[in-house]
């Protein structure tokens, strides 16, 4: 039998539309400065991609990937740096990319780890946005949307690494 079809949340179209937003307003607050874009790997790639090419300011990009260990009864889980950035980012206007705030753990820790490199700024944007989630306080600069405590796949955000390739946002029901 064929999987059963997740429920689209956010068409590519409504996506599309709110990316240029976002793209336009941090072009607004950032104009005449140029930009390093960090990516949170894997879920951002989709979303800095659509984002950078939406900005109306000069942009330099490079990545980090995060993995954070710790289980329901670590009320604040480890977050490991497991791809560092390559560029020096001192004095530097910064601007984290990611998918989505859960829990706040990563974005939060990533976010202590960079300001300790003193950058000139350092601002995040996030896709998705689930508040109801949080274990730690955690507010993005940009959000894209805020959603309900459902897990979501698609336009770069995955579930054991499928379904990253869908255009749309869907929900995935029926996960342990
Ligand atoms: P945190 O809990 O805020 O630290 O988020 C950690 C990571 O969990 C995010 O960067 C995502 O990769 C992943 N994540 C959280 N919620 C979802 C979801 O609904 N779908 C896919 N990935 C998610
Ligand atoms: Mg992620």
Redesign the pocket.
């Known amino acids: 039998m064929a999987e059963a079809k997740p429920e689209i949340l956010f068409p590519k179209e409504v996506i599309e539309g709110r990316v240029r937003e976002l793209a336009a307003q941090i072009s607004r607050d950032c104009a005449g400065k140029e930009l390093l874009i960090v990516g ?1 790997l ?3 790639f989709i979303f800095m991609a659509d984002l950078i090419r939406g900005l109306d300011v000069p942009c330099r990009v490079d990545f980090v990937r ?1 993995a ?1 260990y710790g289980c329901g009864s670590v009320s604040a ?1 480890e ?1 490991r740096i497991t791809k560092d950035l390559e560029t020096p980012i001192a004095g530097r206007e910064v601007l984290i990319v ?12 990533l976010v202590e780890v960079l300001r300790q490199r003193r950058p000139a700024s350092l601002r995040v944007c996030a896709f ?1 946005d ?1 508040p109801e ?3 730690v306080p ?1 507010a993005a600069d940009y959000v894209g949307f805020i ?1 309900p405590d ?4 698609g336009y770069g ?3 054991n690494e499928k379904f990253r390739f869908l255009p749309d946002v869907c929900v ?1 029901e029926d996960i342990a």
């Open positions: 949170v894997n879920g951002a995060a954070s889980g977050v990611e998918d989505i705030v859960d829990t706040g753990i990563t974005l939060s820790r998705l689930k989630r949080r274990k955690f959603i459902r897990f979501v796949v955000l995955d579930y995935l």
